[in-house]
């Protein structure tokens, strides 16, 4: 009875907003209950002045119609469009900076991800279908538990039926964080044992283990479930991609990255725990990433590097690139070295080298590595000694590349761009 007035519900205010099932108009008014009442809203956020917008309006009202006739469950995926000029308060609501923008709403919320694809019809309705697909894995064994990819991050519920309100939460959490996780339910007899205190839900990664990673509170609160689960699937340090780049550069925060050998599996292990260790609090004003050397060989060569040099670690501030100045190996592996290159970023203090030539040089952190220890000890040996005659070398301006990921960000070509800071 529930799902049938909900669809009801749906069908309402689809057929009220739109005209010959293309895609709906939504306002102020209307707005929270068409993205919260389906499953998956496909929203155009648009301006009539922008070339780009008219050329795609055709096309998504098209896909807008074409949907609902090839869904089973008309309303639970939804086209909608904002006109930006009409709907300012709207478009600022979610942030717009660009048009036309496709976001993706789940239950209501919006998603990080953008539609980012070929603007056609059957494009467009293929990844609306794709992003209906069920958002879980539901297993047959507890034995596919050792097949997980833990590379990747797994969220594991186990239930004892699929009707209980806490499988319905966990469900829900699952669609919105789909992107971010892989969701995996054993239900019934086959999780059993791992039921005897009752349903529970935990997290699985190469960095954890069941034990330590069990959600502590009732599944019944969505609020809760939720806010855990999305701190779990979003890593401190990411992985960058050619498919993700984009998405990643247009967050506008500088990138801390690890260029290393895709065989190299350690250095990037060592630059996760130094970043959790001296600088996880600077989450929100950087990203930190690692990447495939090989595939990013292009800001390799304008940073003057190739394969042969990694790994390396640079900051990408979206003006300027800039060389960690140590050995990375020696330096990730010395307190206080990553957390001074990203302080010196925020001071200026690397973007002032550049105009000026480098600061008068502070007393030096010593760098060792973790197995090998220095010759001696003293208490004095990062003091400049009266004893020890140099002359000052001349100081020739730097010159650091241009950003290259900056160059990944939207492309004028397929938006008009409203701010140019990124």
């Known amino acids: 009875m529930r799902l049938l007035l909900a669809l009801t519900l749906i069908t309402a205010l689809v057929g009220k907003h739109s005209v010959n099932g293309e895609a709906v108009s939504l306002n102020l008014e209307n707005a929270d209950s068409v993205l919260s009442a389906s ?23 098209e896909a807008g119609k074409k949907i609902q006739e090839e869904i089973s469950d008309p309303g639970s995926v939804v086209f909608a469009k904002v006109d930006c000029d009409r709907e300012g308060t709207l478009a600022a609501r979610y942030r717009i900076n660009k048009y036309p923008t496709l976001k993706i709403f789940r239950g209501g919320i919006m998603m990080k991800k953008e539609y980012r694809g070929q603007r056609s019809v059957d494009a467009l309705v293929q990844f609306a279908k794709d992003e209906a697909k069920p958002p879980i894995n539901e297993m047959d064994s507890l034995s596919q538990l050792s097949e997980l990819d833990l590379k990747k991050l797994h969220i594991i519920g186990y239930f004892e039926s699929r009707e209980s309100n806490n499988f319905h939460t966990f469900s829900r959490v699952a669609s919105i964080l789909r992107d971010d996780c892989h969701f ?9 044992n791992e039921r005897l205190n009752g349903d529970h839900v935990n997290f ?11 959600y502590p509170l009732g599944l019944g609160d969505f609020d809760s479930l939720y806010k855990w689960s999305a701190e779990k699937c979003t890593p401190l340090v990411r992985e960058i991609t050619f498919e993700n780049a984009e998405e990643l550069t247009e967050e506008g925060l500088p990138f801390v990255i690890l260029f290393h050998h895709p065989d190299d599996s350690s250095t990037p292990n060592v630059f996760k725990k130094r970043v959790q260790q001296e600088a996880a609090h600077e989450r929100a004003s950087v990203s930190f990433l ?37 050995p990375v190996k020696e330096g990730l592996n010395t307190d206080g ?4 290159f990203i ?15 480098p600061d008068p040089t502070p007393p030096a ?5 973790n197995d090998k220890k220095p010759e001696h000890e003293s208490n004095t040996k990062n003091i400049p000694r009266d004893d020890i005659k140099s ?14 990921f900056r160059k990944l960000g939207p492309s004028r070509n397929r938006y008009t761009i409203l701010r140019d800071e990124l």
């Open 184 to 192: 995996h339910v054993a239900i019934g007899p086959i999780s059993v």
């Open 343 to 357: 302080e010196d970023l925020h001071s200026g203090k690397l973007h002032r080298e550049f105009h000026h030539g």
């Open 391 to 404: 002359q000052p070398k001349v100081q020739k301006m730097t010159s650091p590349p241009e950003s290259t």
């Open 290 to 326: 690692v990447a495939d050397g090989l595939k990013f060989a292009h800001p390799l060569h304008h940073l003057g590097k190739s394969a042969k040099d990694l790994p390396i670690l640079a900051i990408d501030s979206f003006r300027h690139m800039y060389v960690f100045p140590h």
């Open 337 to 340: 070295l990553l957390k001074r």
């Open 365 to 369: 952190i010593e760098v060792v590595s």
């Open 39 to 61: 499953s998956i809203a496909v929203v155009n956020f648009y301006a009539d002045w922008c070339r780009f917008s008219q050329i795609l309006a055709p096309t998504f009202d």
């Open 204 to 214: 699985h990664s190469s960095d954890t283990t069941d034990q330590s990673n069990q």
